[in-house]
Every structure is written in structure tokens, then in C-alpha cells.
């Protein structure tokens, strides 16, 4: 991390509702507040349930509910809501669930300018960025533009309470590693490293407490306020090599987000550290540990959560390909990034074993 004498810090004009319930008493508010008459909602299958609820609370102002949000955002997809919000005549668009609705709504505010809201479901913390993402022909394109940060977002507790287990977890590491590559990014600053360490010490807290009391209103509460805080974090900072292998394993070999997020994180940040000791420092302290990519490994552990992406369906054959699509183009990092360390650090993940 630079000098703390020295930083900008990228403020990201929102408004956020938190408290429960507030998907049904605040989304409405919300809308209207933004001057919103005819709005589109958006969610995935498995959230077309919730979704309906906050299209109800909506009454009149809701023009449709579109629940074909998926994984990572192919571009078909995008195109199909597209054409539907300007079929409909909407004004505005509320995505209802995790990452991948939130992503649809990015798609449609990016080609339209159409104002977006957020009711986050997932831990995943999208809501809080103005990173776009795009599938198209086997490779993930993503972009940063103002227009796709959500105006409003509802952080409702109570839309966390049926996530099952396994999610719970891998979203809330997933959130966890926005943090930690916030922490060593090239215009990180120290509001980030306030918030990335209270955002990581909340989730690390609520997630043991999850997986063994899932319907605890109160650690879901501190679980997606730490998600809150790791989103704002990537939000106001730059992408680095964990998020640029995320994308490739997602984009190209189709493995889980969330999932993928949690086995490459501690591997990502122990290829990291020798170059940035002072992030690894923070996310110990904020782990209660000594070593901070064990302590990350051993939490996916302790928790049930996948481990190896040879667990998620990679292939070994691909590590390779994916080592040289990771290195395909400069982004910053703290350490170098040469396709031999990345094929290294693809193979220890593939494995699963502790990283070193």
C-alpha cells in the first residue's frame, strides 16, 4: 500500500437503506424518489419469488418483472433485457438477487443510461461498483462506467435468510476478496484500508455463526454489512490479478463465481504478499492470525466451502490456456505478473493444497 500521506479516494455517489424488510417498504420510496414511473425488475430464476414481492410493492410504478438473469452476464442475455426495457418504455430498472441480476442491470443502464437500483440478496457486492461485466464467445470483457453504479441500493437482512449454507459462504469470501485486492491496489488509500479490514473482520465473524444458525438475523446483518464495506472497497479501487483470473475461469471455462472466488483468493494473495506485506498484515489482523492465506484457506475449510478448482470441473489441461490468458494483457499488481508464476499459482489451486 502507497504512503497514507500521499492518496486519492474516489467517493461513489449512492444512497443506501439498510435495515430489515426494507425491500418491501423502502424499494418503492426509492423509486420514486428518483422521479422513477415505469420500472423494469430484474432477478434470475431462483429469485423470481422475492422479486415478484418487490415488483408488488411496486404497484403500479412496476411495468414487468424479467427473470432471466444469469452467470456472468452472456451477452445474448444482456441483449434480450435490453430490447425488453425498450419494448416496455421503462424508465428505470430494480435488480432483485446476487451478482447476476445486479450485472443485467448494469448491462441495461450501460446501454441505455437507465438509472438502476439494487436489492442485494448475495453477498456479492457488486451493487457498489461501477464495474461492468460482459460474456461473449467464451471470454469476459469488463469496464468501469459511471453509468452503471446503481443510484440506490436496499439492504434488506431478511433477503439473506434462506440463502442456503454453502452460498452463504462462498459469497461472503467472495466479498472478502474485494477487500484484500482492494487493499494492495495501485489507488488504495487509507479510508480503503479502514473499511477493507472492518468489512473482513465482519464477514470472517458472521460466517462461522452461519454456517451453524443460518436464520440468525443478527450475523446476517453483520454479514452483509461486511459485504457492503469489501464492495465499496473494489468499488473505489482498481482490479488486480485474483479478479483478472476470476474472470478468465469464469468467462472462459464457465466455473462458478462465488466459488471460484473463494478457492483463488488465498493462493492470489499468497503469490502477493511478498510484494505487499502490509495488506497481508491488515487482512491477519482483521483474521485474528498470523498468516494470512492459510487463515483464509483454513476458514473455506472450516466452513465446508470447495477448496481446488479441480473441485469446480477445471481441467488440468487448462490450466495453461488460462495461465496465458491471465497474462494476456497489463493490469496492476503489486508483484510482476509472468505466466510462469501464474501457472504456479493455477497449479497449487488446482490441487488444493495449503498455500505457501
Known amino acids: 500500500m502507497k504512503n497514507f500521506l500521499d ?8 444512497r443506501v437503506v439498510f435495515r430489515p424488510g426494507a425491500a418491501l417498504t423502502a424499494t418503492a420510496g426509492e423509486a420514486e424518489r428518483l422521479g422513477l414511473r415505469r420500472v423494469l425488475v430484474l432477478s434470475g430464476s431462483r429469485g423470481a419469488d422475492t422479486a415478484q414481492a418487490v415488483a408488488d410493492s411496486l404497484g403500479e410504478a412496476c411495468v414487468g418483472l424479467h427473470a432471466e438473469a444469469k452467470m456472468h452476464v452472456p451477452v445474448e ?3 434480450h433485457a435490453v430490447e425488453l426495457a425498450r419494448t416496455l418504455g421503462a424508465d428505470g430498472c430494480v435488480a432483485v438477487g446476487g451478482g447476476s441480476a445486479v450485472g443485467l442491470g448494469k448491462a441495461i443502464a450501460l446501454r441505455t443510461g437507465l438509472p438502476l437500483i439494487a436489492v442485494p440478496s448475495t453477498y456479492a457486492g457488486s451493487e457498489m461498483t461501477p464495474v461492468w461485466g460482459l460474456t461473449e464467445n467464451g471470454a469476459k470483457r469488463t469496464g468501469r462506467d459511471p453509468a452503471v453504479l446503481p443510484r440506490s441500493v436496499v439492504y434488506d437482512p431478511e433477503l439473506t435468510l434462506e440463502l442456503p449454507v454453502p452460498l452463504t459462504v462462498t459469497s461472503g469470501i467472495n466479498a472478502i476478496a474485494h477487500a484484500v485486492e482492494a487493499l494492495y491496489a495501485p489507488d488504495t ?15 470472517a465473524g ?13 450475523a446476517r446483518s453483520r454479514a452483509l454489512y461486511g459485504a457492503w464495506l469489501c464492495g465499496s472497497c473494489l468499488g473505489a479501487t482498481t ?11 469464469g468467462g472462459t471455462f464457465g466455473l462458478p463465481h462465488a ?3 473463494t478457492v483463488v483468493l488465498p493462493y492470489a494473495l499468497a503469490y502477493n504478499a511478498p510484494a505487499a506485506p502490509l495488506t497481508a498484515s491488515v487482512v491477519a489482523r482483521a483474521l485474528d492470525a498470523e498468516d494470512a492465506p492459510r487463515a483464509l484457506w483454513d476458514l ?12 469446480l470441473g477445471l481441467k488440468e489441461g487448462d490450466l495453461a490456456t488460462a495461465a496465458a490468458q491471465a497474462v494476456s494483457q497489463a493490469y496492476a499488481n503489486p508483484r510482476p505478473v509472468t505466466e510462469e508464476g501464474v501457472l504456479a499459482l493455477l497449479r497449487a489451486a488446482y490441487e488444493g493444497t495449503p498455500p505457501a
Do not use: N, W
Open 189 to 203: 488509500s487509507p479510508v480503503i484500508a479502514l473499511m477493507a479490514e472492518e468489512g473482513v473482520g465482519a464477514l
Open 259 to 261: 466459488e471460484t472466488h
Open 239 to 249: 482490479m488486480g490479478l485474483h479478479h483478472k483470473l476470476c474472470h478468465v475461469l
Open 206 to 218: 458472521a460466517l462461522p455463526e452461519l454456517a451453524a444458525e443460518p436464520r440468525s438475523l443478527e
Open 77 to 79: 442475455v444482456a441483449d
Open 7 to 14: 492518496f486519492i479516494y474516489d467517493a461513489q455517489p449512492m
Open 300 to 311: 473455506a475449510r472450516r466452513l465446508g466451502a470447495p477448496r481446488s478448482l479441480a473441485e
